[in-house]
T-cell receptor, first 113, second 115 residues
Framework: TQLLEQSPQFLSIQEGENLTVYCNSS?????LQWYRQEPGEGPVLLVT?????EVKKLKRLTFQFGDARKDSSLHITAAQPGDTGLYLC?????????????FGAGTILRVKS | GAVVSQHPSWVICKSGTSVKIECRSL??????MFWYRQFPKQSLMLMAT?????????EQGVEKDKFLINHASLTLSTLTVTSAHPEDSSFYIC???????????FGPGTRLTVT
């Protein structure tokens, strides 16, 4: 059982469309991070959300942390081909010693021009 | 800031040989680094936590004697895949813990192919 359920697993959309990726858990997390990874490269940190209900914006990307700190979402407005990649959510469980991160299964996004 | 490098970026080795992968934090000190393995189109799987000056902590199911980790300094951790087999072929990624405990910065990864 995945501690962080990420959905959808795969998304193929046309340029200009909007999309939302979800990251859900039954457990409370101290924080959640979103990463983007391109083929053959390491993940790049996009944002960290810490406070319940927090909303952060990064250009056309909007990140939200649930009030109960059990879920998060990533919304992309007017997607572009350059947004194509693997999106990963990751959480820092408060019960884990050593600052380990728990990763969702990932969402493969393909934006067609 | 927070740049992590890995070397080599790719390596091909013969079955039975050992391969060392380096992970360096270039502009910050990292007391904790992590080693992950990733299969195509899948998420990251944590292999071990590397702590400077102490033994690494391995995740369940990861063979300590096969994946040797050494964190000799605050900017360098190494992963040695010993007696490599084709099933060890994978994308290996390291990360370093940033100033805030819950943030990790990832290296570009190393593609290992064992023939």
């Amino acid at each position: 059982t995945q501690l962080l359920e990420q959905s959808p697993q795969f998304l193929s959309i046309q340029e200009g469309e909007n999309l939302t990726v979800y990251c859900n858990s039954s457990s409370v997390f101290s924080s959640l991070q979103w990463y983007r990874q391109e083929p053959g490269e390491g993940p790049v940190l996009l944002v960290t959300v810490v406070t319940g209900g927090e909303v952060k914006k990064l250009k056309r990307l909007t990140f939200q942390f649930g009030d109960a700190r059990k879920d998060s979402s990533l919304h992309i407005t007017a997607a572009q081909p350059g947004d194509t990649g693997l999106y990963l959510c990751a959480g820092a469980p408060p019960w884990e010693y050593g600052n380990k991160l728990v990763f969702g299964a990932g969402t493969i996004l393909r934006v067609k021009s | 800031g927070a740049v992590v490098s890995q070397h080599p970026s790719w390596v091909i080795c013969k079955s039975g040989t050992s391969v060392k992968i380096e992970c360096r934090s270039l502009d910050f000190q990292a007391t904790t680094m992590f080693w992950y393995r990733q299969f195509p189109k899948q998420s990251l799987m944590l292999m071990a936590t590397s702590n400077e000056g102490s033994k690494a902590t391995y995740e369940q199911g990861v063979e300590k004697d096969k994946f040797l980790i050494n964190h000799a300094s605050l900017t360098l951790s190494t992963l040695t895949v010993t007696s490599a087999h084709p099933e060890d072929s994978s994308f290996y990624i390291c990360s370093a813990r940033g100033k805030r405990d819950y943030e990790q910065y990832f290296g570009p990864g190393t593609r290992l192919t064992v023939t």
